[in-house]
C-alpha cells in the first residue's frame, strides 16, 4: 500500500495537489460554521439528575423567565449605597428596559443588598431563547455598553456578568486566546525548522500545508457536528490549532528525515520520496492510528463534551495522516531537493556525536538506562494520587479580570457566595393530585436546616399545582469542593427522604450539574481508559507483529501519563496552591500522551527492528535506532511540545494547564519514554521482544523499484 502511494506521488504529483486543492474549496465553502457553547448541561446526558430537574422546570413553569445577565452595581468609592443611589439604579433599569434587545425579556432592578455595599438588576431571558446562543451572546454586548454609558457621570458602577455575559467573555476569550496560540504555533514551527534545516523553503512548507489541511479538517468536523447534533466546548478551535499544526508537523518531519536519510544515500529525488513514503508510510499510519483511536475512544463518554471532542480532533488526526502520505511527498516530488533552499548540509551525512554517543552508552548498559528512567516517571506518578478535580468549566474558560468574572466578585461583597447562582430544588406530584401548600412550606422548612444550606425561598408553585420549586441558596461558593459536597451528600439525600408520599424530588442547578458531571467523569474513566490502551495495544501487536512488545510499551505510556499528572499536581496543587485542576485535563493528559507517547514508541522501535533485521543483536540495534531515530524524535517531540506549551499563552486556567500538561508529558514521552525507557527495555528483553512474529530476524534486501516520470 504504502509503495502504491509512493508512485501515486511520484508518478502523478499534478494530481494529487490539483486534488487536494478542489476537495478543500468544495469543503470550505459548503460546510457549517464550527460553533461552540459554554452551557455546561448541553455536555450531560438526561438520565442524570440535574439534566431532569431542569426539564421538569421547563415543562412545570413555561412562563417562567430565565436569569440571561445581571447587572451589579456599587459605588465608586466602595462605600455604601444612598437612597439617591438606588433610585439612579431603578431609573437605570428603567431606561434599558426600553432599549434592550427582544432576546431579553426586561430589566428588573432589586432592592440593595443588606449591607447597602451591592445592588443588582435582573435581565430576564425571553421565552424559548437560551442565553448562551449567538443573539443573546450579542446581546450582552450590547447590554454592556448601554449599561457603561448608564452610569457615566454618577457615582456607581456598573459590571454585567450572569450567563450570556459570561458566554461572551468566554467566546472573546477563545478568540484571543486562538490567534495568541496561532501566532506563537506558527512562529515557533518556523523557529524549529529553521534551526532543524536551515532552510527557509522548509520553515514555510508545514505551515502551507498544514493551513491548507486545517481548512478541510475544521469544514469536516463542522458537518460532523452538525450531522450528528455534537456539541464542542469554546476552547476546542484553540486546541485544533495545535493539534493540526503540531501533529502535522510531526508526521512531516517522520517523511522529510527519511526523505534526506534516502538523498545522502545516492538516491535521485523520487527514488528518495517512493523510499521514504514506503518506509516510513508504516510509521505515519499506525502512529496516526493510535492517536484516532484514542480520540474516538472518547465517543464512549457519558459526557457530550467528550463525545463531540473525540470526533473533532480524531478526523484532524486522520486528514492530517492522509496529507502526509499524499500531498507532501507529491509537493516534494514536484520541488525536489530545491526543498533543503538555500542549505546544502542535506548533502553530508551527518556524525551523529551526540545521539551516537547517547545510543552506545545506552546498548552498552540497557539496564541502568531502564531503571533510571522508569524510577523518574514512578516519582512523579506518585503525586497524580492527589489530583483533585474542578468542574467548573465556566470559571475555566476566560481569565479573572474579565468583566463577568469581576461583576461576580462584587457581587459576593453584598450577598452570600451562594446567591451567584441558585440550586434549585424541585417537588413533584408522581400520582397527579396537586401538591398541598402547608406540605410545600413544611418541606422548604426541612431544606434550610440541611447542613450547607444558607437559606431556602417559598416554595413557588406550577400553574397546575403539581410542581413546586425551591430557591436555595447554600452556603459556600456553588463550584466549591465543599457546595459539591453538599448537594452530592447532604442536600440532595434530604430533598429526596424528606419528599411526601406520591412525590418525587429532583435537585438541579449548576452545582448539580457538577455533581453529575463528577459521577459521569468517574464511569468514563472506568470505560475510555481501558478500551482506547487496549485498541493501541492491538494496533502495536499488528504492526511489530509480537504479543510482547505491546505490554511494554504500554506499561511505558502508562507510566508517562502518571508523571504528567503528576507533574501537573506538583506545580498547580502544591506550588502555586490551587485547590483543584479542571476534570477534563486527566482526560486530555491520556489522550495525548499515550497516543503521542505511542507515535514516538513506534518510530523508535520500527527503526530499532529495522537495525535488527540488518543483522544486529539487541544491544546493538537499540543503540543504532537511538543514533538515527533520535533526531527525529527529539526534533518532533521539540517542535510538538512547543506548540502545546503556546497554549499557556491562552489566558484562562485550562489553556494554561492543559498546555503546561500535554506539553511536559510530550517532552517525556519524546526524551524519557522513546529515547530511554522503550529501546532500553527492548534491548535487554531481546530476541523474546518480538514473539511470536520476530519482526527482527534479519531478511534480504528489499529490492527497489525506481518510479516513473511524474505527470
Not at 489522550?591 to 527492528?609: E, P, S, W
Amino acid at each position: 500500500m504504502f509503495g502504491a502511494l509512493g508512485r501515486l506521488a511520484t508518478r502523478h504529483p499534478w494530481y494529487v495537489v490539483i486534488g487536494w486543492i478542489v476537495v478543500s474549496v468544495l469543503i470550505v465553502s459548503t460546510a457549517p460554521k464550527l460553533s461552540a457553547t459554554a452551557d455546561q448541561s448541553e455536555f450531560l446526558p438526561s438520565k442524570y439528575e440535574s439534566i431532569r430537574a431542569a426539564n421538569l422546570q421547563t415543562d412545570a413553569f413555561p412562563q417562567q423567565t430565565s436569569v440571561g445577565a445581571l447587572l451589579v452595581f456599587d459605588r465608586t468609592d466602595g462605600g455604601k449605597l444612598t437612597a439617591a443611589d438606588t433610585a439612579e439604579v431603578q431609573k437605570i433599569a428603567n431606561e434599558l428596559n426600553g432599549t434592550v434587545d427582544p432576546v431579553f425579556s426586561g430589566v428588573v432592578a432589586q432592592p440593595p443588598s443588606q449591607n447597602k455595599l451591592v445592588q443588582l438588576a435582573v435581565v430576564g431571558i425571553a421565552k424559548d431563547k437560551n442565553p448562551y446562543d449567538p443573539d443573546a451572546i450579542d446581546a450582552a454586548k450590547a447590554l454592556r455598553k448601554d449599561a457603561h454609558a448608564a452610569v457615566d457621570g454618577t457615582d456607581l458602577t456598573v459590571g454585567v456578568t450572569g450567563a450570556a455575559a459570561q458566554a461572551l467573555d468566554s467566546q472573546d476569550a477563545s478568540a484571543k486566546a486562538e490567534a495568541i496560540v496561532g501566532l506563537t504555533t506558527f512562529a515557533l514551527i518556523l523557529l524549529l525548522m529553521v534551526v532543524i534545516f536551515r532552510s527557509v523553503i522548509l520553515a514555510l512548507f508545514p505551515l502551507l500545508v498544514i493551513g491548507l489541511v486545517s481548512q478541510v479538517a475544521v469544514g469536516l468536523i463542522g458537518a460532523a457536528n452538525k450531522v450528528f447534533d455534537l456539541k464542542t466546548d469554546s476552547s476546542i478551535q484553540v486546541i485544533l490549532i495545535v493539534v493540526l499544526f503540531g501533529i502535522g508537523t510531526d508526521y512531516i518531519l517522520f517523511f522529510l528525515f527519511r526523505y534526506r536519510e534516502r538523498l545522502r544515500l545516492g538516491e535521485p529525488s523520487k527514488d528518495a520520496v517512493f523510499q521514504a513514503i514506503a518506509r516510513a508510510g508504516e510509521a505515519i499510519v499506525s502512529a496516526g492510528g493510535a492517536v484516532i483511536v484514542s480520540f474516538m475512544a472518547l465517543i464512549l463518554s457519558s459526557l457530550g463534551i467528550f463525545k463531540s471532542i473525540g470526533p473533532a480532533l480524531a478526523i484532524a488526526v486522520a486528514v492530517t495522516v492522509l496529507a502526509a502520505l499524499t500531498l507532501v511527498p507529491a509537493v516534494v516530488s514536484l520541488v525536489g531537493t530545491k526543498i533543503f533552499w538555500p542549505s546544502k548540509a542535506w548533502q553530508k551525512e551527518p556524525g551523529f556525536a551526540r545521539f551516537g554517543a547517547i545510543g552506545h552508552s545506552l546498548g552498552r548498559r540497557p539496564g541502568v538506562y531502564a531503571a533510571a528512567s522508569g524510577l523518574i516517571l514512578a516519582v512523579l506518578a506518585v503525586f497524580a494520587l492527589g489530583f483533585n478535580p474542578n468542574f467548573d468549566l465556566g470559571d475555566s474558560g476566560a481569565p479573572k479580570t474579565v468583566e463577568s468574572a469581576v461583576a461576580l466578585k462584587t457581587l459576593e461583597k453584598g450577598f452570600p457566595p451562594g446567591a451567584t447562582d441558585p440550586t434549585v430544588v424541585l417537588l413533584h406530584s408522581t400520582d397527579g393530585t396537586p401538591l398541598d401548600e402547608a406540605e410545600a412550606t413544611a418541606y422548604a422548612a426541612r431544606l434550610g436546616k440541611v447542613e450547607g444550606v444558607g437559606s431556602v425561598a417559598p416554595a413557588q408553585l406550577s400553574p397546575d399545582k403539581k410542581t413546586a420549586s425551591f430557591s436555595v441558596v447554600l452556603d459556600t461558593d456553588p463550584t466549591s469542593d465543599a457546595a459539591l459536597a453538599a448537594i452530592k451528600g447532604p442536600v440532595r439525600d434530604a430533598a429526596h427522604a424528606a419528599a411526601p408520599d406520591g412525590t418525587e424530588a429532583l435537585v438541579g442547578g449548576t452545582t448539580s450539574v457538577f455533581v453529575d458531571f463528577q459521577k459521569a467523569m468517574n464511569r468514563d474513566y472506568k470505560v475510555v481508559f481501558p478500551v482506547a490502551a487496549i485498541v493501541i495495544a492491538i494496533i502495536l501487536a499488528l504492526l511489530l507483529r509480537s504479543l510482547v512488545a505491546p505490554w511494554y510499551l504500554m506499561a511505558s505510556v502508562g507510566l508517562g501519563f502518571g508523571a504528567t499528572l503528576g507533574a501537573a499536581v506538583i506545580v498547580f496543587q502544591h506550588i502555586q496552591g490551587k485547590e483543584g485542576l479542571i476534570f477534563l485535563l486527566p482526560i486530555y493528559i491520556y489522550l495525548f500522551v499515550v497516543a503521542l507517547g505511542t507515535d514516538y514508541n513506534i518510530l523508535m522501535i520500527a527503526r530499532l527492528r529495522e537495525e535488527a533485521r540488518e543483522g544486529k543483536n539487541a544491544r546493538d540495534a537499540a543503540a543504532e535506532a537511538v543514533t538515527h531515530a533520535g533526531p527525529t524524535v527529539a526534533a518532533a517531540g521539540l517542535i510538538l511540545a512547543g506548540t502545546f506549551a503556546s497554549l499557556m499563552l491562552g489566558g484562562n486556567s485550562l489553556l494554561v494547564a492543559l498546555g503546561f500538561s500535554i506539553a511536559f508529558g510530550i517532552f517525556v514521552a519524546a526524551f524519557v519514554m522513546a529515547m530511554f525507557f522503550t529501546p532500553a527495555i527492548t534491548a535487554l528483553i531481546g530476541h523474546a521482544a518480538w514473539w511470536p512474529g520476530h519482526g527482527d530476524e534479519k531478511r534480504e534486501p528489499e529490492q527497489e523499484t525506481e518510479p516513473a516520470a511524474s505527470v
